[in-house]
């Protein structure tokens, strides 16, 4: 985690200043593995650091400051995809009988295959493997940014991961074999 | 730190995924954190005013609803004319000047007609109790004197009678 070590002073502008230039790339990258469009994305972020802000000087130096921006940021993002689903189903509703419109194809050649996939499966397992796998996170940081229990990080790791493959294991089969070699697949330990 | 990296991810997908996720650029944008502490500070900073104004504009509402004119002179004077009843009482003696405007109404100028009516009255009272004495005089024809020697006259005849 990139403010390990570093010291905030709750309340403090300055060291909350800090905190936004060190976090907010990272903040932003992990919802833009959540969410789809980008410009939400940034939305998201920007209302979560001044969601966090308004809370500055309540905030405990005992909790890693990152990783509690993180838990507001991807609270808001799983309730902007709660939203988009609704949204969705809306869509289909309309549209019932009418066949749907296709995709473009440009979009779908220009996303990544690995940020398509994160946002197919549910934002609590993607934001779990991106703050393990990008952030680095240990189980009890990313426990506190998710809000839940350390065993509760290793179920959903275990769950984003079997999610994952499913959807990404005939590309990465065809392209890189050594993708998912039989041997690492583990299971998560408690940290 | 007892965390297996033995994941089902494996290292193939942990490396693409940094490398897709690094490609990710967050597009520069002012801090909306700070935008919103000047709001809030702008806000604090402009709430005594607004509440000022506030209250003045409801204490205008009213007192148009209970003049019924949105000229404030108008209020001022509906103000005075009901302040004043309570405090004429204490301002009558000091000021004669105000007495007839302020008299008019109340029942002030009562106590002297009330006043003036006994005065009148035992003066009729007295009147009676002297005009009986005229009446005996009238009677008598004449002065103290003259019943004087009226008793005395048949007297001196009776006198004269018995002498």
Request: aromatic share 6%.
């Amino acid at each position: 985690m990139s403010d390990r070590g570093a010291e905030y002073r709750p309340g403090s502008k300055d060291d909350f200043d800090r905190l936004y230039r060190t976090a907010y790339p990272r903040v932003y990258r992990t919802l833009a593995a959540v969410l789809a469009d980008p410009a939400e994305a940034e939305d998201c972020a920007q209302d979560a650091f001044v969601q966090a802000f308004a809370a500055w000087k309540r905030w405990r130096p005992s909790a890693p400051a990152e990783a509690w921006v993180h838990r507001i940021a991807v609270n808001r993002a799983i309730s902007l995809r709660r939203r988009a689903k609704l949204r969705g189903v809306g869509e289909v509703l309309r549209r019932l009988g009418r066949p749907a419109p296709p995709d473009d194809p440009a979009d779908t050649a220009t996303q990544p295959d690995i940020l398509n996939a994160l946002r197919a499966i549910p934002p609590k397992l993607a934001a779990a493997i991106v703050l393990r796998h990008y952030h680095g996170y240990n189980n009890r940081e990313i426990a506190f940014a998710l809000g839940v229990s350390e065993r509760t990080v290793g179920t959903r790791l275990k769950q984003a991961g079997e999610r994952l493959r499913a959807i990404l294991e005939p590309s990465f089969s065809l392209a890189e074999g050594s993708a998912f070699p039989s041997d690492s697949r583990g299971s998560y330990a408690e940290d | 730190m007892p965390r297996t990296d033995t994941d089902p991810l494996g290292d193939g997908l942990k490396w693409r995924l940094r490398a897709e996720l690094n490609r990710v650029q967050p597009p520069y944008s002012s801090p909306r954190y700070l935008v919103s502490a000047r709001h809030r500070v702008a806000v604090w900073r402009v709430a005594p005013a607004a509440l000022a104004a506030a209250i003045v504009g409801m204490l205008g509402l009213t007192a148009y609803a209970a003049t019924g004119s949105p000229n404030p002179v108008v209020w001022t004077q509906q103000i005075m004319t009901r302040i004043q009843p309570n405090s004429a009482p204490e301002s009558t003696p000091a000021t004669p000047g105000f007495t007839p405007t302020s008299r008019a109404v109340p029942p002030a100028p009562a106590p002297p007609t009330h006043e003036a009516e006994p005065t009148e009255q035992p003066e009729p009272s007295e009147e009676p109790q002297a005009s009986p004495s005229p009446e005996h005089d009238s009677g008598g024809s004449g002065g103290s004197d003259d019943s004087h020697s009226t008793q005395a006259s048949p007297s001196p005849g009776a006198y004269g009678g018995d002498h």
